[in-house]
């Protein structure tokens, strides 16, 4: 389980001018939407989101925004360039509720996509809101129509859908439906905006969470949270409202690979 899986990209999907989709092969078993993996490439190491657990072709998929120096030289492969794959990791979403809203920022909506389509094959009705800070940055809008969810747009600069932040959409959102549950993935200080929300109006949430990772399993201890000393890889990366009410750092900070505090962006 901790030896990386080295697999031919079996297909890749351009989903904006900075994300693309690589797809592999995978005997597709119990991986959980919101589970990470480890993506090697033979230099250095990341942790991805499931994007993709299909397990009717046996596929599983990680979508990568072009950010730095990693996921730049991801985005030069091509079909039959070979990556190493290890896990799935991590507590994914617990599959509850009849009515969902699934909250995505950005490249967060890797694994919200993925929920998306496995609570539809459940049977699970879900809004889903999608927001990014322009029209062309919006991902999965189509997988999602598939799915049978109803979509939600949201831009910052009102190129598609709602104008604004997604939390006022979420909020919006929250007024006029009565939601079981909440999920959401996306940039912390959005996060944290949407935790006072559903604290607000009274409604469960799971939250995904990023930290830096080193092993993804636990052992390390890069990405411990203060104060409580859950680690993201391992007791997440997904935690409820409850939990998140006693992670300190919440929204306010996350730590560099030298232990070193950086603010939330």
């Known amino acids: 389980m901790h030896v990386p899986k080295v ?13 693309k989709t690589f797809i592999f092969d ?13 993506v090697w490439n033979f230099k250095d190491e990341k942790p991805m989101s499931l994007s ?15 950010v730095g120096e990693f996921t730049e030289a991801l985005h030069k492969m091509d079909v039959g360039d070979k990556l190493g794959i290890r896990g799935p990791y991590g ?7 009849s009515k969902v809203l699934a909250v995505g ?3 967060g909506m890797a694994p919200i996509i993925a929920f998306t389509e496995d609570a539809r094959r459940r049977g699970m009705n879900v809004d889903v ?10 991902v999965f809008s189509e997988r999602v129509e598939k799915s049978g969810a109803k979509l939600l747009t949201c831009t910052d600069d009102g190129s ?15 007024q006029e439906n009565d939601y079981d549950v909440v999920v959401s993935c996306g940039p912390e200080i959005m996060m944290k905006k949407l935790f006072k929300l559903v604290c607000r109006f009274k409604v469960p949430a799971q939250f995904s969470l990023e930290r830096y990772m080193k092993c993804g399993v636990g052992i390390c201890g890069q990405c411990c949270l203060d104060d409580v000393g859950w680690r993201v890889c391992a007791e997440g990366p997904v935690f409820w409202t409850d939990q998140v009410r006693m992670i300190s750092e919440f929204g306010k900070y996350r730590r560099d690979a030298a232990g070193l505090k950086h603010g939330m962006p």
């Not at 995978?26 to 480890?38: C, D, T």
């Not at 507590?91 to 509720?97: I, Q, T």
Request: proline share 4%; glycine share 14%.
């Open 7 to 19: 697999l031919e990209i079996k297909r890749i999907v351009e989903e904006t001018p900075t994300v």
């Open 26 to 38: 995978w005997e597709v078993k119990k991986e959980v939407p919101g589970q990470f993996v480890m």
């Open 52 to 66: 993709i657990i299909d397990p009717v072709n046996n596929e599983i998929g990680v979508s990568v925004r072009k």
């Open 91 to 97: 507590h994914g979403f617990d599959m509850v509720g």
């Open 105 to 107: 920022g950005g490249i």
């Open 129 to 138: 809101l999608s927001a990014a800070a322009t029209a062309g940055e919006l």
């Open 160 to 174: 598609q859908g709602f104008c604004g932040f997604g939390t006022d959409l979420a909020e919006k959102a929250l």
